[in-house]
């Protein structure tokens, strides 16, 4: 366990158990890998299969649990947000909103095939640290778990728009993170009342949106929104109808009209082809 007076905004524990206990905390990310075993991870209305290598992130903000079907092996790594907040990282100055946005989708956080090859590495080699406590083994594990946070940044960036980079202004990544926490609620998202929130002329955030991102604004809603309906549509079984109220729409022929405008399929048929719910 990394836990003393120099580094106590900083943890790593093996957890083996049957049944989930681990506890919420209100100032700690935290990342749960599975080292071996399987179950469904429930969060937020989503009902996600996982086995080995997956790997999520717990933010303070929201509930998350695991249902075990058998034995299961866990590293969990605890990261204060004072730690992140305030550590020197060399090209992110964001990360504190970058971890937060990664709440809105549910599930592993790791998508890139070779990032997971990275991720199992340092998995792997945190638990041998923690194991054999060797000399200077607490700076060695302080530096896994930071190598482990930028790279899952880096994944949750990935889901960025496109023209995403490290060098994005501060004020954009804030605007983004606005949006996806106000997705639910489009009277919010309307460029007069975020460009106001933002302090930028609204003639201008149309341009200043673009210029950031390679999108416009109204296709980074609209596809944002259509991302986090298939993730409902694959993880949860929430009638068509719940998805109408959840995401701000008139009525049902609203929603699927918006969706086969954007994709060419309708809801259902995206539903029938990709998940084991069906209305």
Do not use: C
Not at 21 to 34: C, D, G, N, R, T
Not at 133 to 139: A, G, I, P, T
Not at 151 to 177: C, M, Q, W, Y
């Amino acid at each position: 366990m990394i836990k003393d007076q120099k580094y106590e905004a900083v943890e790593a524990y093996y957890l083996k158990t049957k049944t989930w206990e681990v506890k919420k905390y209100l100032s700690f990310f935290q990342f749960v890998y599975v080292i071996s075993g399987n179950g469904i991870h429930n969060y937020s209305g989503n009902s996600i299969p996982f086995k080995a290598d997956y790997l999520v992130l717990l933010t303070p903000d929201k509930d998350n649990y695991f249902e075990l079907h058998g034995e299961t092996e866990f590293l969990i790594m605890k990261v204060h947000v004072s730690y992140v907040r305030d550590y020197r990282w060399k090209t992110i100055d964001y990360l504190e909103e970058l971890l937060y946005s990664s709440s809105q989708i549910s599930g592993t956080i790791i998508t890139n095939s070779s990032d997971k090859i990275l991720i199992k590495h340092i998995a792997n080699s945190l638990m041998l640290s923690l194991k054999e406590k060797k000399l200077y083994h607490q700076d060695l594990n302080l530096h896994y778990i930071n190598a482990l946070t930028v790279i899952a940044a880096r994944n949750i960036s990935e889901k960025k728009p496109h023209g995403f980079t490290e060098k994005v202004d501060n004020k954009f990544e804030s605007i983004l993170t606005y949006v996806e926490h106000n997705i639910y609620n489009p009277s919010q998202l309307r460029t007069q009342v975020v460009s106001e929130a933002f302090g930028i002329s609204p003639n201008y955030f149309s341009t200043y949106f673009k210029h950031q991102s390679g999108e416009n604004y109204k296709n980074y809603l609209a596809n944002y929104k259509i991302k986090l309906i298939e993730h409902r549509l694959k993880y949860s079984d929430k009638r068509i109808a719940e998805l109408v109220d959840e995401f701000g729409f008139i009525d049902e022929s609203h929603i699927n009209k918006f969706y086969k405008k954007h994709k060419g399929i309708t809801i259902k048929a995206f539903r029938n082809t990709h998940t084991r719910f069906n209305n």
